[in-house]
């Protein structure tokens, strides 16, 4: 019998999904016969094509991207992206920014280094600082700038800001991304880290509308200037190959799934609700523990949640991990604790952890 792996609720690098990691263990010395590891291919020989193709084709199909959006494999991760996308789309002007928690002010921060800066609506880190229409949003801006999962704070937007005055929505979407479809005709650029739903760290996805291509400032290096990029087929430089593999074998593994009657990332959507429904619903009955987040607009990935008796803390964490789960400190910013329950997390796993909750609420609560 295979031994039973610990749930991880890491917020990332994150748990992923076991028949890929066997799979991946499988092909690690020999892929597809080539008698090479996928890491010590060529990036532009074509076995290595024929991975890149594959994965941006599935990609492309589960989250219906428009034709009109090209797809970039890159480098840099989420904070690298707030220095990118206004290299590449503020043209030096005006920038407005949604402030939501802790990812969203980091993106505020690095874009003054390139742009006038607005804050155009301020949240708590509890909540969403009401709609877009009630925002100073300017109409001369480059773009508007919104988190739309909050990964320290647990804040999600469930429907994106709908931005009326035609300046283009940029949503950094990388702790949610692949958890649920994308409205496009509300986006002009999306972008997320690879390290939470999709595959290992290093790789970068960016969604950019054709028509933003082309505008990057004149000190925007090379390798991030988005029409160079896509012009080259994200083969302008060496991409994170083994990542791209990696994140692949993940958009394969989402297409077939299947949970509720439905498959894909209809099937993957619904098990993320049900999870956190179970998890959010425990935390709301328990008289030790608390979620701070409004409940309109709680994360379903990343659950923060807090001990009323702080001196429990690192007696819970050590016996989570004896019961085999790990990871579920908070982040240092914030303290407490943390679940991310992406894709790859089951919901044995979130069941799993709402039994602990229970049962150590009732030895120390």
């Not at 066997?22 to 020999?30: K, N, P």
């Not at 690095?110 to 742009?115: D, K, P, T």
């Amino acid at each position: 019998m295979p031994v039973q792996r610990p749930f991880n609720f890491s917020a990332g690098p994150a748990t992923l999904p076991e028949p890929v990691l066997q799979q991946v263990a499988a092909e690690m010395l020999d892929w597809g016969g080539s008698g090479m590891s996928v890491m010590e291919m060529s990036h532009r020989g074509k076995e290595f094509i024929s991975i890149y193709e594959q994965a941006e084709a599935d990609l492309r199909e589960l989250l219906a991207v428009p034709a009109n959006f090209r797809i970039l494999f890159m480098q840099g991760g989420g904070l690298g992206e707030n220095a990118i996308v206004p290299l590449n789309l503020s043209r030096g002007g005006k920038v407005d920014v949604a402030v939501t928690g802790s990812w969203s002010r980091k993106s505020a921060a690095e874009a003054r280094r390139y742009a006038d800066v607005q804050v155009v609506a301020e949240g708590s880190g509890r909540n969403i600082p009401g709609s877009a229409n009630t925002w100073s949003l300017r109409s001369d801006a480059a773009y508007v700038h919104v988190c739309t999962n909050e990964t320290i704070d647990g804040v999600e937007f469930h429907e994106l800001p709908r931005i009326d005055n035609g300046v283009p929505l940029v949503i950094d979407c990388s702790s949610h991304l692949l958890s649920r479809p994308i409205d496009w005709s509300r986006v002009g650029l999306a972008f997320g880290g690879a390290q939470k739903n999709i595959g290992p760290a290093g790789l970068t996805l960016v969604f950019v509308r054709d028509d933003l291509l082309g505008h990057a400032l004149d000190i925007c290096p090379s390798a991030f200037n988005y029409k160079t990029v896509a012009d080259n087929q994200s083969m302008f430089n060496t991409p994170p190959t083994f990542a791209i593999y990696v994140a692949g074998l993940v958009f394969q593994w989402v297409k077939q799934f299947t949970y509720a009657g439905l498959q894909g990332l209809a099937a993957m959507e619904q098990r993320n609700i049900d999870k956190a429904a179970l998890l959010y619903t425990t935390l709301d009955a328990s008289s030790l523990y608390e979620n701070r987040v409004e409940a309109d607009c709680r994360s379903r990935m990343n659950v923060p949640f807090y001990l009323k008796d702080d001196a429990l803390n690192e007696r819970f964490l050590a016996e989570a991990k004896a019961a085999g789960l790990l990871q579920l400190k908070g982040h240092k910013s914030v303290g407490g604790m943390r679940a991310s329950i992406y894709n790859a997390m089951p919901l044995e796993g979130v069941q799993a952890l709402v039994n602990f909750l229970k049962e150590f609420e009732a030895r120390h609560g």
